[in-house]
C-alpha cells in the first residue's frame, strides 16, 4: 500500500480490446442463458472498469457477484408480483383493469386511469432501486483495500424524490436545481469511504447557470413556434423545432457535465479532503457522436456482410422443407443476437469506456495525505443487491 501525497490525479488503464473482447463474450452467454447470465456479465465488466480506475497507481476493487445480483433479482421479483399483484385486484375490485379490450369511451379512460395509477405504485419503488443500486454499487467498492458504504435510507430518497419531481413539473422545470442539489446532497451526506464521511456542500442556487443551454433550445422551440404561426409557415416550425430539439439535448448534457463539476467540486471526505472534477462538455458529446458513428457504421457494415452472406446461403432453404426453413430461421435469429452482441459491446469501447476515462483523468484529490489516517468499515451485506434496479429496469448502467 502506498503512502498518498497531499494531491492526487485520476488514472484510467482500460483497453478497448480486451473490454470489448469481454462484453462481446458475455453477451453472447447472456443470449444463450436467455438473459440469466446477464447479473455475471455485469459483474465482470464492472470488475474490469474498477481495476481500470486509479489514483496514485492504487486500482479500485468491485467486489461484487453475480450470483447476489441474481438471487437480489429473484426476491425482488417475487416481491414485485405479490404488490403489482395487489395493485391489480384494487383496480378490479373497482371495476378497472389493463387487461381487457376497451369497447366504449369509458372504458378507455378507466383503463387509462389504471394505467396512471399503476404507474404512480410503481414510480416509489423506481426511485427506491435507485437509492439501493448506488448503496449497492459502493458496498461493493474498496480503494487501498478500504470499503465504501452507504446509510439506509433508501425510503426517505423515494419520498424526496416524488416530492422534488413534483415541484419541478409544477413550477416548469424551474426547480431543476433544486431537485438535482438535494437529491444529491441526501444519498452523499450517508455515504462513507471507511470511517470517514462524506458532506455535500454548496448552495442549489449555484446550478442555475448550468442550465443555460436547456433554456435557449427551449426558447427557440417556443419563439420558432410563435414566429411560424404568425407568418403562417409551418416550415419555419419545423427547422426552429428540430433546431431547438437539439440544441435542449446537448444543453441536456451540459446540464449534467456541469452540475456534475460543481457537486463533486463542493463535496469534503471526512472534513479534510475535497475534489477538483473538470470534465468538458465539448469531449463528451463529441465522444458520444463519433463514437455512435462509428458503432453505426461498423454493426451497419457487419450487419449487411454477414446478413447478406446468410441469405444467398440459406435462401433457397427458406422455400424448402419445413425443418430447412426453422433451420433458415434459427441462423436468422443467431445472426440478429451476434450483432446486438456486436453492438452492445462497441458502445461500451466507444462510448462508455472514453466517457468514464475523460471524468476520471479530470478528476483531482486535494488534501489526499488524510486518506492515511481513514480506517476500514464493517462489511455491509449490499441490500438487495440491485434485485429491484434490475427487475424496474433502471439498473443498466455500470
Known amino acids: ?236 416550425i419545423v427547422i426552429t423545432a428540430l433546431v431547438g430539439y437539439i440544441w435542449f439535448m446537448v444543453g441536456l448534457v451540459s446540464y449534467r457535465v456541469k452540475s456534475f463539476i460543481y457537486l463533486t467540486d463542493t463535496k469534503v471526505l471526512d472534513g479534510a479532503v475535497t475534489f477538483d472534477a473538470t470534465p468538458q462538455t465539448s469531449t463528451i458529446v463529441s465522444t458520444v457522436l463519433v463514437g455512435g458513428l462509428v458503432v453505426g457504421l461498423i454493426v451497419g457494415l457487419v450487419f449487411a456482410v454477414v446478413g447478406g452472406v446468410a441469405s444467398a446461403m440459406m435462401g433457397p432453404l427458406m422455400f424448402g422443407h419445413p425443418a430447412a426453413q426453422v433451420i433458415g430461421g434459427l441462423v436468422i435469429a443467431a445472426i440478429y443476437l451476434l450483432v446486438l452482441a456486436m453492438a452492445g459491446a462497441l458502445s461500451l469501447v466507444w462510448i462508455t469506456q472514453p466517457v468514464i476515462a475523460h471524468v476520471v483523468t479530470e478528476m483531482k484529490v486535494h488534501g489526499a495525505e488524510h486518506l492515511n489516517t481513514i480506517k476500514q468499515r464493517a462489511h455491509d451485506s449490499g441490500a438487495d443487491a440491485e434485485g429491484f434496479a434490475d427487475a424496474l429496469d433502471v439498473g443498466g448502467a455500470i
Open 1 to 236: 500500500m502506498s503512502e498518498v501525497q497531499s494531491r492526487l490525479t485520476g488514472e484510467y488503464h482500460g483497453e478497448r480490446k480486451p473490454l470489448f473482447s469481454l462484453a462481446f463474450k458475455t453477451a453472447i452467454l447472456t443470449a444463450l442463458t436467455v438473459g440469466i447470465y446477464r447479473f455475471w456479465a455485469k459483474t465482470r465488466i464492472r470488475k474490469y472498469i474498477w481495476s481500470s480506475v486509479a489514483g496514485q497507481g492504487d486500482a479500485f476493487e468491485y467486489t461484487g457477484t453475480g450470483l447476489e445480483k441474481f438471487l437480489g433479482f429473484l426476491m425482488a421479483i417475487v416481491i414485485l408480483a405479490v404488490y403489482l399483484g395487489i395493485i391489480q385486484m384494487i383496480l378490479f375490485y373497482f371495476g378497472l383493469t389493463l387487461f381487457t379490450e376497451p369497447r366504449t369511451e369509458a372504458q378507455m379512460l378507466a383503463q387509462m386511469g389504471a394505467f396512471y395509477i399503476t404507474f404512480f405504485a410503481v414510480l416509489p419503488l423506481i426511485f427506491f432501486a435507485q437509492y439501493r443500486a448506488r448503496r449497492y454499487k459502493l458496498a461493493r467498492s474498496r480503494w487501498r483495500g478500504v470499503r465504501f458504504g452507504m446509510e439506509k435510507g433508501a425510503w426517505g430518497y423515494a419520498l424526496r424524490a416524488i416530492g422534488h419531481w413534483l415541484l419541478t413539473i409544477v413550477t416548469l422545470g424551474l426547480l431543476l436545481p433544486r431537485q438535482t442539489f438535494y437529491l444529491e446532497k441526501y444519498m452523499t451526506d450517508r455515504t462513507w469511504y471507511g470511517d470517514g464521511k462524506f458532506e455535500q456542500q454548496g448552495k442549489w442556487t449555484a446550478l442555475y447557470p448550468a442550465m443555460k443551454h436547456l433554456a435557449i433550445g427551449l426558447a427557440i422551440m417556443v419563439v420558432g413556434s410563435i414566429l411560424g404561426g404568425v407568418a403562417g409557415s409551418g416550415g419555419i
